[in-house]
């Protein structure tokens, strides 16, 4: 097996071991991308040089005996997580040449343990999208089917885990970001619970939606990653002080006692039918494990669309307000007066998708405008959270797909953004009410696509999420494993 195949934790142990060191199997990586980066386009910018002394220190800490855990393991970073001394550009040419003084605490927290961080991988800009076509940068393809989008926001941390350019990464979630890229790569992708994970660091696009989740190999990877970044930060207020658990102790056989509830509003006609019977699948092995179904009804799902494009453009809005020329990143230099500056650095700077979203924001918010729609959305967004409050007084995980078909053609979508929201409307009301999601593969199309099997629990049960994803994944022992590049 290739080392670059494998996930941490084999990897883990092998380094721990000194099988291997970190210095080899961060150049096992860097051969694997110079041999499949041109088919797939995932990174923005690649760090060879400090990837490469951070390998040499992981390797003294292992050999000091303080090895274990992401100590060596060579990770990409979604481009809107800042890394201090490595440009971060949030797939916008308005953050150009942004270099940040500064690491996210996701960051810091994964240097400490002597994490590898190989470079800054593709996204939509400022995480806005479904299909990371909305990047200024390049657009990943699908290491399925290279052409088919990888889904986005962080499809470039997707693809470049299932084309193993990476061993894990880090990705952020906002309406489904993580999930999303996830299930279209056949890879477990992890939203956390609102104050989880700290943000801190993390350029801001809907502040009550935004959290950083990781994106891997198998669920217990995902279980090690979270138990790295997540925790309370004082930098970030919307942190919650909440005990950590280990959460790979989670990953045991066996659902007996599990009530896993059916959201029937989940499960429409509009639902492509070789997602719909791959899940159906799945819910028949956890049901098999022990599991116990509950049919229950999430009834304002079918207005989590409608709300989120109010909010979260309403908060984009205002976060983007800052990339004005002035405090950093690109500035029109030709203009003749300030407001001229202004209006030409955000017309040249911003992509067509954000300025869509900043446009609708602002609209949102707008005196006169604000009851009829921010108002109204915020009340939507409180019936959907009752809705789930009384789901998860009837049962302790909600199942369904990730995505209502498997990855559309590249190009497919574009130039039609309502048909590309509506591609959300699986994925969005989990944010919406802050709890966490997870997305782990479930079977492929007929045509080789992936398809992804979602998770839901109530707030800080993330433990309920790894144990049945990881039954599922146990029992599925889904092939193949890895694309063909
Ligand atoms: N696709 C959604 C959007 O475009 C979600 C994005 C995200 O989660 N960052 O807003």
Request: glycine share 10%; net charge negative.
């Amino acid at each position: 097996m290739e080392l670059y195949n494998l996930p941490i934790h084999s990897l883990e142990k092998m380094l721990t071991e000194g099988d291997i060191s970190s210095v080899e199997l961060t150049a096992a990586v860097f051969d694997r991308i110079d041999q499949v980066e041109g088919k797939i386009s995932a990174y923005i910018t690649l760090d060879r040089e400090n990837a490469q002394l951070a390998a040499k220190r992981a390797d003294e800490k292992i050999a000091a005996g303080e090895g274990g855990g992401l100590c060596g393991i060579p990770l990409s970073i979604k481009d809107a997580i800042c890394t201090k001394g490595l440009k971060t550009t949030g797939g916008s040419k308005i953050l150009e040449p942004f270099v940040p003084p500064y690491d996210a605490t996701v960051i810091a927290k994964l240097k400490e343990q002597g994490a590898v961080i190989l470079g800054k991988v593709s996204m939509d800009e400022f995480a806005m999208g479904s299909s990371n076509e909305n990047c200024a940068f390049g657009i990943p393809k699908n290491p399925w089917n290279l052409e088919h989008i990888c889904g986005g926001s962080s499809g470039g941390s997707a693809a470049s885990v299932a084309a193993s350019e990476c061993i894990a990464s880090l990705g952020s979630d906002t309406g489904g970001s993580v999930r999303q890229p996830a299930s279209h790569c056949s890879v477990v992708g992890l939203k956390p619970t609102y104050g989880r994970v700290s943000r801190f660091g993390l350029l801001a696009f809907a502040s009550s939606l935004d959290q950083i989740g990781p994106l891997s190999k198998d669920v217990r990877d995902s279980a090690i990653m979270l138990n790295a970044i997540g925790g309370y930060d004082p930098k970030d207020s919307t942190s919650i002080n909440k005990e950590m658990p280990d959460y790979t102790a989670a990953l045991t056989d066996g659902l007996q006692g599990m009530k896993i509830g059916i959201p029937k509003e989940y499960f429409t006609d509009a639902l492509d039918p070789e997602v719909r019977a791959a899940v159906d699948n799945g819910i028949k092995l956890l049901q098999g494990a022990g599991g116990e179904v509950v049919d229950l009804s999430l009834p304002h799902t079918e207005y989590g669309v409608a709300a989120y494009y109010i909010i979260a453009p309403a908060e984009a809005s205002s976060n983007l307000a800052r990339y004005d020329g002035v405090k950093y990143g690109f500035r029109e230099k030709e203009s003749e007066s300030l407001a001229e500056m202004y209006s030409k650095t955000r017309s040249q700077g911003f992509g067509d998708e954000v300025k869509r979203r900043i446009i609708i924001g602002t609209y949102a918010l707008s005196s006169g405008y604000y009851d009829a729609y921010y108002k109204k959305a915020s009340q939507v967004r409180t019936l959907i959270v009752e809705d789930y409050q009384k789901a998860f007084s009837q049962c302790d995980i909600l199942v369904s797909p990730v995505t209502p078909g498997p990855a559309w053609k590249l190009g497919e979508k574009i130039a039609d953004p309502l048909s590309m929201y509506l591609s959300d409307v699986l994925t969005i009301s989990t944010n919406l009410a802050g709890l966490p999601g997870i997305s782990v593969p479930c079977g492929f199309s007929s045509k080789g696509l992936p398809i992804g099997f979602q998770i839901q629990a109530s707030h800080f049960e993330e433990e309920k999420l790894f144990k049945a994803a990881y039954n599922l994944e146990q029992q599925l022992d889904l092939q193949p494993k890895y694309p063909t590049l």
